[in-house]
């Protein structure tokens, strides 16, 4: 049996399946699935080495999260312009363009650089056979 730090009430079930497993479980338990309605996963991970964990909402908390989702799922979609059935293609449309629009910044932000070098050298004096130029340049 492992106790993984768990928390628990004055009661506790233990709960044993066959001469696999034993574990408290301060849970709720169900006299039957059906009684369930929606079971929905919300998270999952690893608790030890070869145990994992889920969590998850039943009935009307299992709708209430689907719900939940769909609303955010269609926001998106009304920001992307799109619907659900093409929300992925849709973001992958906008990463791209994003990634387009950074590298052709970057380029601009280069050009303006050797622009800016070509114009200050223009300015250099010439102090006892010495180029000098002072200036202040601006951070892109």
């Known amino acids: 049996m492992a106790l993984f730090g768990e928390k628990y009430d004055e009661r506790v079930r233990v709960l044993s ?6 574990e408290l479980c301060g849970g709720t338990h169900a006299s039957r699935t059906g009684d369930i309605g929606l079971f929905r996963i919300i998270s999952e991970s690893g608790t030890a080495a070869g145990v994992r964990r889920i969590e998850a909402v039943t009935g009307e908390g ?9 609303d955010r799922l269609s926001e998106v979609a009304h920001l992307l312009k799109g619907d659900s059935n093409n929300l992925a293609d849709k973001v992958r449309s906008v990463l791209e363009r994003t990634r387009q629009l950074e590298k052709e910044l970057q380029q601009l932000k280069e050009q303006a650089a050797a622009q800016e070098s070509a114009n200050l050298s223009s300015k250099a004096i010439d ?3 010495v180029k000098l130029l002072v200036s202040e340049l601006s951070r892109c």
């Open 17 to 22: 399946m066959g001469d696999f497993s034993t």
């Open 62 to 70: 299992a709708i209430a999260t689907v719900h939940a989702d769909s």
């Open 127 to 129: 102090v006892n056979g």
